[in-house]
């Protein structure tokens, strides 16, 4: 144990407080977003019963394509209601770094295969 704390404290004198490991974006979405979207992105989450706007599927080429990146980081980082949707989505800014939002906007661009513009599968 004591050639744990050494390490950490030579890392410390060295280069400074070493980095945390970031969640994947995957884990992200997994932890955060599932209840609505589903497991898979298909937006059947388990707590679609209750609502009364349907989640968006992250797996659906055509609407997501219509998206920009810079449309789903704003929906992010902002919540539903500043992207003119629903009021259910809440704004994850606060939660997660913009590099972090960034990295789940590249995810659910895996999830729809899809870019912007393009509706490409």
């Given at each position: 144990?004591?050639?744990?704390?050494?390490?950490?404290?030579?890392?410390?004198?060295?280069?400074?407080?070493?980095?945390?490991?970031?969640?994947?974006?995957?884990?992200n979405y997994k932890t955060y977003c599932w209840q609505c979207h589903g497991s898979t992105g298909n937006g059947m989450g388990v707590n679609i019963r209750d609502m009364s706007v349907q989640p968006r599927d992250h797996t659906d080429a055509k609407p997501m394509s219509a998206l920009s990146d810079g449309d789903i980081f704003k929906a992010i980082k902002?919540?539903?209601?500043a992207v003119s949707k629903s009021?259910?989505?809440p704004p994850w800014g606060d939660t997660f770094t913009d590099e972090e939002i960034r990295d789940l906007v590249q995810y659910l661009r895996t999830l729809c295969q899809c870019q912007y513009g393009t509706t490409a599968k």
């Open positions: 144990m004591g050639g744990v704390i050494a390490v950490f404290l030579l890392g410390l004198l060295v280069g400074g407080v070493p980095a945390i490991a970031q969640e994947k974006p995957e884990d902002e919540g539903g209601q009021i259910l989505m």
